[in-house]
């Protein structure tokens, strides 16, 4: 699976000139964690998340304190690129998967923009891979075997188990390697076995 194969695009983003609270407003009405951010061009410059707009310091609540806290002369920021984080880590469409789910099982990171030359096109989260990974053994094989015989292999046979495809009917080395590139390509699929060949 590739990338391009599971985010979500068009992305939702916010500008860099933005208000910290259209930001705060975005992300509450979207139910995301962090949002990618774009210049006027469109190319990513950055990631918003709700850690860097809990940054913004708010006002304490004097019931909750002994003795009254003053911040004055502290100015608030007010802009989203005063509190994003700068050159996020990113991937491109054509990232397998199986790349992006070490990344996203080694790092705290929920989603990460998509971009082509700098340009965002879009995100995606683990929950994306996670949906993919959960689909249905019987959807996966129908997928698969749909895909043979698009390319002209209806005798090539797979079945499905756990999202492992195993393949039979591909009887050269040329068809082995085939059949495979093409199963791998299908959403969910984890693995892909040859069965053993004809003797």
Request: charged letters at 25%; proline letters at 7%; glycine letters at 4%.
């Amino acid at each position: 699976m590739l990338v391009r194969e599971i985010m979500t695009s068009p992305a939702l983003s916010v500008p860099q000139d933005a208000s910290t609270q259209m930001a705060l407003t975005l992300l509450a009405r979207a139910h995301l964690t962090s949002l990618p951010v774009v210049n006027r061009e469109g190319h990513l410059v950055g990631v918003v998340s709700e850690a860097d707009v809990l940054r913004t310091e708010l006002e304490p609540d004097p019931r909750a304190h002994l003795r009254p806290t003053h911040h004055a002369g502290q100015r608030l920021p007010r802009t989203v690129a005063e509190v994003m984080t700068a050159h996020p880590h990113t991937v491109h469409e054509e990232t397998d998967v199986a790349d992006l789910a070490h990344t996203f099982s080694a790092q705290s990171w929920k989603s990460l923009p998509v971009v082509r030359d700098s340009h965002l096109v879009g995100v995606v989260s683990r929950s994306d891979v996670i949906r993919a990974l959960a689909r249905p053994d019987e959807q996966i094989q129908h997928d698969v075997s749909r895909a043979f015989a698009r390319d002209g292999r209806p005798y090539w046979r797979a079945t499905v188990a756990e999202g492992v495809v195993e393949i039979s009917g591909a009887a050269s080395p040329r068809e082995r390697d085939l059949s495979t590139a093409i199963a791998a390509a299908v959403s969910g699929v984890r693995r892909v076995e040859q069965a053993d060949a004809p003797s």
